[in-house]
């Protein structure tokens, strides 16, 4: 076990069961110039959870037409967040580099909606 394994602690399944981490398609893409830090904002088709919007730092690494019908996972239940003037309405995952964040896709099509299990 490294030292960061013993930093987090362990959780219960029921824990894990909290989080509404879904598959979600992304319908739009648009700039986002008022963001302190360079960002897109993302309309995501979650499908019976609705069209959600969020903002996402992910510049680095995707244009907008590598994003456009992509699937990613995304956590739908944080409360929203007001991110200047935008609402952002849930949370894309994704893994940090030094290149820049790596968005969390799914491998292979899922019905949007699908939670992560």
Not at 41 to 49: E, N, Q, S, T
Not at 59 to 80: A, M, T
Not at 88 to 97: A, C, D, M, R, V
Request: glycine fraction near 8%; aromatic fraction near 10%.
């Amino acid at each position: 076990m490294s030292e960061t394994d013993q930093a987090w602690p362990t959780i219960a399944w029921s824990d894990f069961e909290k989080l509404a981490l879904c598959a979600g398609t992304v319908l739009r893409v648009e700039e986002f110039p008022e963001a302190r830090k360079p960002a897109w904002k993302l309309w995501v088709d979650f499908g019976p959870h609705g069209v959600r919007k969020t903002s996402a730092q992910i510049r680095d690494l995707y244009r907008p037409e590598d994003l456009v019908g992509r699937q990613i996972v995304g956590v739908l239940n944080f409360p929203p967040r007001q991110v200047g003037k935008f609402m952002s309405e849930f949370l894309l995952t994704g893994f940090p580099t030094d290149d820049g964040v790596v968005i969390t896709t799914v491998e292979r099509e899922v019905p949007d909606g699908t939670r992560l299990a």
